[in-house]
Structure formats: structure tokens, C-alpha cells
């Protein structure tokens, strides 16, 4: 079975600044896809950015990028220029694809980012 | 607007009466699902579809059931609520073939006193 780690229950940045919010994953499919969700206050689950694990470029949505190590099994999303709004848990998720469908999403535990004014 | 409906938003109910949380999308999805978030643990999928008369367990089954008569509508029913049961459920649902991003319904906060 497929695990996503999140180590760092919270983290704290100053508005404006840049954060990087950890997430590791086993699996030992080769065909995956990896997401990050922001959930905020209103507990809506937002998709915030996509990776296919074949595509070796990172994927970048405005002020939000991705470090995916394929080999370190490794997914960090960075945010710039942190923004107020930007506070949320922000969870990790894994989804195989096993031929004919998709797998369900494997969710990491959440980081709760909180932004300093 | 494309979306995922649940009903009701919240509930409070007692232990053994039984109750059904709907869940209904408009995108000609596939694939639906229905996962429960209980603090420190994250998203725990319950049950999924793949497609109409489709169903199987995710990983924390016991105590639901659900059923998919139409491809839109995928409700959760607790046969005999527990306490244990309480915790914020959401609906999702997806394009089967290569994994889109799920698109989930606004949570259902259960409470089974």
C-alpha cells in the first residue's frame, strides 16, 4: 500500500516570504500522480497543483511550484510571496493509476501553515 | 457550475439511528468517492465507484455502506451510527482513465452523540 508522509505538522512564515512544505511518499508503482490540497478555515478541499509522475519538469501554478524527486519519492511545494489568504491545512496526496482506472487518493496527514502579517 | 453536492452540511444524531449523507455531481464523473478527515490523521477513503453498480471498500469501511444506482448520486448510509463515526466526511468525484485531481463537495460534520 501506498503512504504519503508529511513531517511537519505546522509551519510559520512571514507574509511576502517563501515557505516549502515537506511531503515524502512510498509506493512502488511507476505510473502515479501527485496533488497538493489546501484546506482552509471554510474546509473546502481546493486543488492547488498536479504532477505526473512521467514528466520530469515541475509543475508551477502562479506563486506556487513543486520539487518532485522522483527517486527520493519526494513532492515539496513552495509558495512565494506568501499571501494571507494562504493560510490553511495543506495536505498531500498520492494516486496511482493502475491500467483501465484510477486508484483512490492517499492523503498525508496535513501541514497547517500559518502566516505571520 | 460544475459541482459536487452534499447534504446535509451538518448533523447531529444518536448513537443506532440510522442515516444517509447524499452526495450528487453534475460532471458526468465516473469515478466517485467518499473519504472521512478526523484530525492528526488526514483524508481516510471509506468507499469508492468506479461506475454505476461498481462499488468497493477504501480503507476504513466498517460501519458504512453506500450504493450507486446512477451515475450522478453516490450516498453514504450508516446502518447503526457510533460515536466512533464522528468526524467530517466528504464527497469527491473524478474522470476515470489517467487520475484527474478530485473535485470534493463542501464536508458533512457528523456528529453521533
Known amino acids: 500500500a501506498q503512504t504519503v508522509t508529511q513531517s511537519q505538522p505546522e509551519m510559520s512564515v512571514q507574509e511576502a516570504e517563501t515557505v516549502t512544505l515537506s511531503c515524502t511518499y512510498d509506493?512502488?508503482?511507476?505510473?502515479?500522480?501527485l496533488f497538493w490540497y489546501k484546506q482552509p478555515p471554510s474546509r473546502q478541499m481546493i486543488l492547488v497543483i498536479r504532477?505526473?509522475?512521467?514528466?520530469?519538469q515541475n509543475a508551477t501554478e502562479n506563486r506556487f511550484s513543486v520539487n518532485f524527486q522522483k527517486a527520493a519519492k519526494s513532492f515539496s511545494l513552495k509558495i512565494s510571496d506568501s499571501q494571507l489568504g494562504d493560510a490553511a491545512m495543506y495536505f498531500c496526496?498520492?494516486?496511482?493509476?493502475?491500467?483501465?482506472?484510477?486508484?483512490?487518493?492517499?492523503f498525508g496527514k496535513g501541514t497547517h501553515l500559518i502566516i505571520q502579517p | 457550475e460544475a459541482q459536487v453536492t452534499q447534504n446535509p452540511r451538518y448533523l447531529i444524531t444518536v448513537t443506532g439511528k440510522k442515516l444517509t449523507v447524499t452526495c450528487s455531481q453534475n460532471?458526468?464523473?465516473?469515478?466517485m468517492s467518499w473519504y472521512r478527515q478526523d484530525p492528526g490523521l488526514g483524508l481516510r477513503q471509506i468507499y469508492y465507484?468506479?461506475?454505476?453498480?461498481?462499488?468497493d471498500k477504501g480503507d476504513v469501511p466498517e460501519g458504512y455502506k453506500v450504493s450507486r444506482k446512477e451515475k450522478r448520486n453516490f450516498p453514504l448510509i450508516l446502518e447503526s451510527p457510533s460515536p466512533n463515526q464522528t468526524s467530517l466526511y466528504f464527497c469527491?468525484?473524478?474522470?476515470?482513465?489517467?487520475?484527474?485531481?478530485?473535485?470534493f463537495g463542501s464536508g458533512t460534520r457528523l456528529t453521533v452523540v
Open positions: 469527491a468525484s473524478s474522470l476515470s482513465g489517467r487520475p484527474y485531481g478530485y473535485t
Open positions: 509506493t512502488s508503482e511507476s505510473d502515479y500522480y
Open positions: 504532477q505526473e509522475a512521467y514528466k520530469q
Open positions: 496526496a498520492y494516486r496511482g493509476y493502475s491500467g483501465g482506472g484510477a486508484d483512490g487518493l492517499t
Open positions: 460532471m458526468n464523473h465516473e469515478y
Open positions: 465507484s468506479m461506475n454505476v453498480e461498481v462499488t
